[in-house]
């Protein structure tokens, strides 16, 4: 079965710094993968996802996301938080029909 | 667009009742899905729909949960002798067909409290 890991369980940053979120999944095969986002008090959201192509796929909000095959990655990244970024974020992967698999999330605080 | 929907946003219940969720996707997407999430854990699958049929419930814990959607339309998720560790957020998302390509767009949850 598919699985997702999200290292960081909360990530605290200051405004300005540079963000960089792990996720590495277990599935061999073809993969789709996705990075969603639940802002406080909201709904989950699509940030971005990767299906073929480009590894490195930009997102909204100046988020991108880079897929490493040989590492089964698809971190998160931004160059420079806002206070508006806190958030939890969640990894998915899905492969063919199989249902979508997330990960436990990372909550991302950041602070002035 | 309107986005989904799910009422009611928040359910309280004793141990043993019977509750039911209901989901209102967006208009003309064809497939639905159901997921439970559980305090400090990402959304876990339960059941997908494309059109009136289940085309996969391979994620439902045990036959207490029971979904439907009988005019292709609104979901009712259904819990019968709900326990304790049924409380979590239930989650209703859906796509226009299903496809592995598609987006899943989410409603804002159902919390679900079993006393």
């Known amino acids: 079965a598919q699985s997702v890991s999200q290292h960081n369980h909360h990530v605290i940053l200051s405004e300005a710094a540079s963000l960089e979120l792990g996720c590495n999944y277990s599935?061999?095969?073809?993969?789709?993968l996705f990075w969603y986002v639940q802002y406080p008090g909201q709904h989950l959201q699509l940030l971005l996802k990767?299906?073929?192509?480009?590894?490195l796929v930009k997102g909204i909000k100046g988020f991108e996301a880079e897929f490493i095959k040989s590492k089964f990655s698809f971190n998160l990244r931004k160059p420079s938080v806002q206070w508006s970024d806190t958030a939890e974020y969640f990894c998915?992967?899905?492969?063919?029909?199989?249902?979508?698999?997330f990960g436990k999330g990372t909550r991302l605080s950041v602070i002035a | 667009g309107a986005g989904v929907s799910q009422t009611p946003s928040n359910k309280v219940t004793e141990k043993g009742k019977y509750v039911e969720l209901r989901c209102d996707p967006i208009?003309?997407?064809?497939?639905l899905y159901w997921y439970r999430q559980s305090l400090g854990q990402g959304p876990e699958f339960l059941i997908y729909?494309?059109?009136?049929?289940?085309?996969?419930d391979s994620g439902l814990p045990n036959d207490r949960f029971f979904a439907v959607r009988p005019e292709g339309s609104v979901s009712t998720l259904k819990i019968q002798r709900t326990e304790r560790g049924d409380s979590a957020v239930y989650l209703c998302?859906?796509?226009?067909?299903?496809?592995?390509?598609?987006?899943?767009?989410f409603g804002p949850g159902t919390r679900l409290t079993v006393l």
């Open positions: 208009s003309g997407h064809t497939a």
């Open positions: 729909f494309q059109g009136t049929g289940a085309a996969d």
């Open positions: 998302a859906s796509s226009a067909q299903g496809t592995h390509t598609d987006t899943q767009y």
């Open positions: 599935y061999g095969g073809t993969v789709n």
């Open positions: 998915a992967v899905k492969s063919g029909n199989t249902p979508l698999v």
């Open positions: 990767y299906f073929s192509g480009d590894p």
